[in-house]
């Protein structure tokens, strides 16, 4: 049964490193959370080190620079691996093909910039629908619309066979109190439909693979038995930590706060009752990082 802890200290000298989870843990898409802040930071200043691991769909030089608007301090973070550069990776090694139809954003153009990791990538043109050979998403055309818009678009591409790669397997966020559908829910639609779809983000492997070898670029190679993985995400952050055989803590005022009866910490009885339906227990619960 998980062991609901009062704050990360209470567990932090049996890891090495975390993976951190962001939106939902570290802050709401619009300002940071002190206290996760200082948990942060309290636990790099103990040696352990900070990989912030996100589903965000765009390289982590963009990600590192939305943190700095919102006011995330970079002396509670190490490095960052992105569900973006995992996708990416994929992307310029041909995985969906050369001529791709993108779905999402003006503000993820980045997603398509080179990639220094990647030797002898191909070369990425975006395309209409009807000319494209598979597609990449990296969030809706609208975050607000519902997913069934998409509908007519996604008949012709099952039609035609294409490979939808999903740069953030995310199904929602929260933007303070505002929540939005993410990529992850355009990919399920795209499934549930009979298409295929790839995934590259938490709780596949391939970002978890990224994620270690950042540490190691860093000097700090960890082995998984000293890596903690937290996060709020129930289909996401919990299920990928324990499927790589990590330790997890869940953030139950996250995403599922109100199935948590979250205040400061979680109901017990609904915690337990949540994660019965999840099948999933990971190691550690805590109402918010801190």
């Not at 994929?90 to 779905?103: F, S």
């Not at 009866?261 to 915690?271: R, V």
């Amino acid at each position: 049964m998980t062991r609901i802890i009062d704050t990360l200290a209470d567990v932090s000298d049996q890891y090495d490193a975390v993976f951190c989870d962001l939106w939902g843990c570290v802050h709401n898409g619009l300002e940071p959370f002190a206290d996760a802040i200082e948990a942060l930071r309290a636990f790099k200043a103990k040696g352990g080190a900070v990989l912030l691991l996100t589903n965000a769909p765009r390289p982590r030089v963009p990600v590192a620079e939305q943190l700095d608007r919102i006011g995330v301090p970079r002396d509670c973070w190490d490095v960052i691996a992105t569900s973006g550069d995992s996708a990416r990776a994929a992307m310029l090694t041909g995985a969906v093909g050369q001529k791709v139809w993108h779905i999402g954003e003006a503000h993820d153009h980045p997603f398509f910039e080179p990639m220094e990791l990647i030797e002898n990538a191909v070369e990425i043109t975006c395309v209409p629908l009807d000319e494209a050979e598979g597609i990449v998403c990296t969030g809706p055309f609208d975050p607000k619309a519902d997913t069934s818009v998409m509908r007519p678009e996604f008949l012709l591409a099952k039609t035609k066979g294409l490979k939808l790669l999903c740069a953030n397997p995310d199904i929602v966020v929260d933007r303070g109190e505002s929540r939005e559908w993410c990529a992850g829910a355009l990919a399920q639609l795209y499934t549930e439909m009979g298409g295929e779809s790839l995934y590259f983000g938490k709780p596949h492997p391939p970002i978890y693979d990224l994620a270690r070898r950042r540490l190691t670029q860093i000097g700090r190679p960890t082995p998984d038995d000293r890596i903690l993985a937290i996060g709020d995400g129930i289909v996401t952050d919990i299920p990928g930590g324990i499927g790589e055989n990590i330790d997890t803590l869940f953030i139950t005022g996250g995403l599922a706060r109100a199935e948590t009866g979250t205040d400061t910490q979680p109901d017990p009885s609904k915690l337990a009752r949540f994660l019965t339906d999840a099948q999933l227990e990971p190691t550690y619960s805590i109402g918010f990082l801190r």
